[in-house]
């Protein structure tokens, strides 16, 4: 098996030369945050997967989107505290998505193909660029929850993911459209067991208003 340590550096190398042009940063092994927006930042990382393997995800964390952590909201305004509060997992769409995936399952070590590595990794982030491509409002963000809302999954959906209904309504919210916002706050409220008036909920929506209107 291939050791973690070596595949990481082999993978890092690679997302360097891919995403730094791109203005992202390494913010820890795998890792990658773009912080020009800070109402949205965009993410990239190859998470560890079990059985040894790595697979890609991307998508966007939102400043004005708190999240629940220890039974309290907290803020994530920063590149290393950033989370997916919208997040494209190629695996959800099709579970064994092997042009995004990874495994360090290769005995011995001199047999692994590296030019296959880079090809996975360059694959992975330049399907996250057009999906990056993609946003530069918070229109876009609402437009890619709706997309996401009507697409088959075939592993996790948008309902699986604790983000999906706080991230999505403060979007709603800060575009303009109350009413839907105010289902998918409900909604989020209802799953985390969550106090519709909890004080940070409630500058999350301030905050939301105000996002809007900060420069790209």
């Not at 998918?184 to 969550?194: D, E, I, K, P, V």
């Not at 909890?198 to 301030?206: F, G, H, K, N, S």
Request: charged share 30%; glycine share 4%; hydrophobic share 40%.
């Amino acid at each position: 098996m291939v050791p973690a340590s070596v595949l990481t550096r082999r993978m890092e190398a690679v997302l360097h030369a891919e995403l730094s042009p791109l203005g992202f940063d390494r913010i820890r092994a795998r890792r990658w945050v773009e912080s020009r927006n800070r109402s949205i930042r965009k993410l990239f990382e190859f998470q560890s997967l079990k059985g040894a393997g790595y697979s890609a995800r991307w998508g966007y964390s939102l400043d004005f989107v708190p999240i629940r952590s220890n039974g309290r909201l907290r803020w994530k305004r920063t590149a290393r505290a950033a989370q997916f509060d919208l997040c494209v997992d190629p695996l959800d769409t099709d579970g064994s998505h092997d042009r995004y995936r990874l495994s360090r399952f290769i005995f011995p070590l001199k047999t692994y193909d590296w030019d296959r590595l880079a090809r996975i990794v360059r694959c992975a982030t330049r399907a996250a660029r057009e999906d990056f491509n993609r946003v530069d409002s918070l229109e876009n963000i609402v437009a890619i929850f709706e997309e996401r809302s009507a697409t088959a999954f075939k592993r996790f959906s948008l309902n699986n993911y604790l983000q999906t209904h706080i991230a999505w309504g403060l979007c709603l919210l800060a575009i303009g459209k109350p009413d839907e916002a105010e289902g998918h706050l409900r909604t989020y409220c209802t799953q985390q067991s969550l106090d519709r008036n909890d004080p940070i909920l409630r500058r999350a929506e301030q905050e939301a208003l105000n996002a809007r209107r900060e420069p790209s």
